[in-house]
Structure formats: C-alpha cells, structure tokens
C-alpha cells in the first residue's frame, strides 16, 4: 500500500475518534456528522495547534452547523445547470466535471455538500456520462475536472479519465481542482507527476486557506506539480477565524508564490446551510483586498470576488478606487488613500447612444438525463 493510502487510512473519521482527539460531546458530533461527512487526515490534524485554531475551524465538525436559517444546500444553483449527473455547465465554453465524491478531508463549509461524501450523488457510472456529453457539445473548450477531490481516484482512474478528455478534438484546456496538496500532500508522488505531465496544457487549481497549511510536506508536493510543468493557482475561500485578518492573508498569498502558486481566487464563502458561523462580511473581504493591493506583489493579489447565488456565476467585487469620472478627467486614489487626477483624451466626435446590451436567455436544460433530451447550449 502506498503511504498516502496508508496516512489516509490512518483518518479521524468517526464520532467517537473525532470526540476523543479534541475533548468534545460525542452526542454532538454524532448530530453533525449526520448532517455532513467527517474525516480529518492525521497529517492535516497535527497542523491543529489549538481549540479553535484556523486549521481545527476548518475540519473539526461544529454544532453550530446545525443552526436553523444558516444558509441553503445548492447555493450556487449548480443542479439547476446539471445535463447530466456529472457536469454542471454553466459558462458558455466550459463546464465541470465531478468524477469523485471523496476528499482526504472534509471541509466544514463545503458548498457541495450535498453531495460530496455520497457515492449515490457523484458516483463513477455517471462518468461516462460525463465524457459523452462533453463530446457532443463542441463549444465546451475548457473542462474542470472537481468532485469531490479528483486526485483522490487512483492514478490509472485518473488517467483513464484524463486520456478520454484529451481524445476531444475541440477540447484545449484541462484543469484540476484538488485540495489534495493541503491535506494529503503525500498523494502527490513522483509517478503521479509524471502521469499528468503527458496532458498538457493542464492546469491545477489548489485550495490553501491560511498560511500554517503551506508546510515543508505541502510545499514539496507543489513543487513536484510545478516541476512537472503544471501552472498552479490557488483558490481561497474568506472565513471568519480563519483568514478574516489582513495580514494573515497577506502572509498566504506571499508564501503561495514562494511555493510557485498563483493566488487566483478569494471567493467570498457561499451561502450554504450551517456555514453562518464561518462566514464574514463583504465589507471585511474588501478591506483584506485593500491590505494586498499596493502592499505586497500583484502577483501575490488574486480576484476577490462572490459566486452569486443562484447560479449567477463569479463577480469581481472591487474596493473602490475610482472617485470619479468626467469628461475632462479621472480622479483615483491609491492603495495610501492618497488621491491622483488623470486627464482623459478630449472627444473629438460625440459617443453614440448607448443601447441596453441584450440579454442571453440560457436554455432550459432538462431535468432527464439523457444528452439527447438537451438543447445546444451557446
């Protein structure tokens, strides 16, 4: 057996363990464990240094999960844009595609756990569901491959899958998101390297929350990816005890760049039920957005931005640098609040009336799950 699977294997996952490793009420964390999955790897948990602490906040199941009027199971309308089991299709070139419902960890403020966790809900026959339907819509160029957490498949699933997208002739670009490298760094092993390295372009979104995760075993194992040639971003998501201090999140996006990881994401945490107590406000995600821009490397400063619920897709939400615009000029102030004019180019002919854009209607997509009974999407 590998020595993931062996760490893996080795997880905090029952009430009664979960109880005993952090002095809680076992009757409690039965509750919770029933409302969503528990497991914790013990490389993951020996990152806890305290009771509360940003690493326990993340993965050690909390009662307050199961407040009432705390949030909505699909906050993002993801089943609304599901063809087919396995994909959510929502953007018009690109779709998702869940092939695992496992994670080394579960995440308390998971937005898909609904299904994550339950092999009824992502389950492998879906998969070549899946792989069909991205054949028979050609204007899908970039597939996301997530779950769950796709590097928890063996490498020979995981290449079947990736070989199969790879065999799309309109398909350009694959992505992995995985949280994989935080919690199990050990999965990322010198064979799976190699086996990725052969579907380029691909590229690997992670999922860091908070600096004390990008330890010497996390950083090795991005560096495994980043040596076999993959472009590595990461996705974080702004939690309250976590990563709600500006120069706690200053610190994450440095050290992702030393561990050659593009911060690409601050997601603004979803509405989803038994998530209130984690959740900041807008208002705080803006201010750490102000705590990167100017005083750390733009490369080091991601999107902030809030996945509408609904299904309204990502939207940049931006702290507020420009006072105003004229005709004559621009005036902004910068990331010291210190406030600077530029002049615009003089018209030389008058604009032209603006007209309201018109507004795609996206198709009503069946709730059946043959690929046949689906309209073309674009």
Known sequence: MDEWAQILRASLRTPEQLAAAFDLDVAQIRKVARAFKTQITPYYAGLIKAKGDPIYRQVVPDPAELAANSGVSDPLGEDHDSPVPSIVHRYPDRCLFLVSHMCASYCRFCTRKRKVGDPTKINPRYIEDGLEYIRTHEEIRDVIVSGGDPLMLSDDRLE??????????????????????????????????????????????????????????????????????????????????????????????????????????????????????????????????????????GLAVPYYCIDAPGGGGKIPVLPKYIQTITDEQVVMRNFQGETFVYPQTPRTTPLPEKKAPKRERRPQISPCFGPETIPPIG
């Not at 990461?234 to 990563?243: A, P, Y």
């Open 160 to 297: 079947y899958i990736l070989t199969h997208l790879r065999a799309i002739p309109h398909l350009e670009i694959l992505r992995i998101g995985t949280r994989v490298p935080c919690y199990l760094p050990q999965r990322i092993t010198p064979k799976l390297a190699a086996m990725l390295r052969k579907f380029h372009p691909l590229f690997i979104n992670v999922h860091f929350n908070h600096p004390d995760e990008l330890t010497p075993e996390a950083n090795q194992a991005l560096g495994l990816l980043a040596d076999a040639g993959i472009p590595l971003g990461c996705q974080t998501v702004l939690l309250k005890g976590v990563n709600d201090d500006p120069l706690v999140m200053r610190r994450l996006m440095q050290k992702l760049l030393y561990a050659r990881v593009r911060p690409y994401y601050i997601y603004q945490a979803d509405y989803v039920s038994g998530t209130e107590h984690l959740r900041t406000t807008v208002e705080k995600g803006l201010e750490v957005m102000e705590s990167l821009r100017g005083w750390t490397s």
